[in-house]
């Protein structure tokens, strides 16, 4: 298991950027595919970005490819999520997520395919 927590929300005007991060512990880091995924107020929990275990492959909803990059660097245990050209409808709860796996090269995009998460980080985009 990893422990992930999450950090850099904040209040900010539509198209101001934000950049999050997500700390993991443990000495395995490399061994886990990562997510990114929010919540707005009365909405379910959306999919927003992945990245592989080696940061080669990324993907993206449609809602913020163009927008936002999912990135990591393993020997620091941290993933992060650029957010470029914010819009109100950014506004969400933002959660990490963490899926142990064998496969180098897949994403995950299904909240049920991930079984760490952190408590969250607070992004609020005022227009």
């Known amino acids: 298991q990893v422990r992930v927590v999450e950090s850099g929300g904040g209040l900010v005007q539509a198209g101001a950027s934000l950049r999050l991060s997500c700390a993991a512990s443990g000495r395995t880091f490399s061994s886990y595919a990562m997510g990114w995924f929010r919540q707005a107020p009365g909405k379910e929990r959306e999919f927003v970005a992945a990245?592989?275990?080696?940061?080669?492959?990324?993907g993206y909803a449609d809602s913020v490819k163009g927008r936002f990059t999912v990135s990591r660097d393993n020997a620091k245990n941290t993933a992060y999520l650029q957010m470029n050209s914010l819009k109100p409808e950014d506004t969400a709860v933002y959660y990490c997520a963490a899926r142990n796996t064998y496969w180098t090269s897949t994403l995950y995009s299904a909240l049920a395919q991930y079984d760490n998460w952190g408590q969250g980080t607070q992004v609020t985009v005022s227009s």
């Open positions: 990245i592989d275990r080696r940061g080669v492959s990324t």
